[in-house]
Nanobody, 124 residues
Framework: QVQLVESGGGLVQAGGSLRLSCAASGRTFSTYAMAWFRQAPAKEREFVAGISWSGGTTSYADSVKGRFAISRDNAKNTVYLQMNSLKPEDTAVYYC?????????????????WGQGTQVTVSS
């Protein structure tokens, strides 16, 4: 069993930056692929970024490519999402997810564990 706890959300002006963190429990964190998803009001949850178990492979949604960066520190059981040049359309609840398989997937159905989410609000 893996528990995920997100932090770092908040209110920021357009053009600003935030860094989200996701702390994971469990000794097998380093073998899991990790991802960030988000869900805006009245919209379906969508893939934002993913990273393989080693950190060697990353994947991004087109809408965030070049602005967001996902990384992980397996020694700290933590995955990060650095968000720069934020836009009002980035406003959403951001969720961290873990997949027991090591490869990166954009499909939320393959992820086994989810955090409770952290709110990110970008004002114009």
């Amino acid at each position: 069993q893996v528990q995920l706890v997100e932090s770092g959300g908040g209110l920021v002006q357009a053009g600003g930056s935030l860094r989200l963190s996701c702390a994971a429990s469990g000794r097998t964190f380093s073998t899991y692929a990790m991802a960030w998803f988000r869900q805006a009001p009245a919209k379906e949850r969508e893939f934002v970024a993913g990273i393989s178990w080693s950190g060697g492979t990353t994947s991004y949604a087109d809408s965030v490519k070049g602005r967001f960066a996902i990384s992980r520190d397996n020694a700290k059981n933590t995955v990060y999402l650095q968000m720069n040049s934020l836009k009002p359309e980035d406003t959403a609840v951001y969720y961290c997810a873990a997949d027991r398989r090591s490869g990166v997937s954009r499909s939320e159905t393959v992820y086994d564990y989810w955090g409770q989410g952290t709110q990110v609000t970008v004002s114009s």
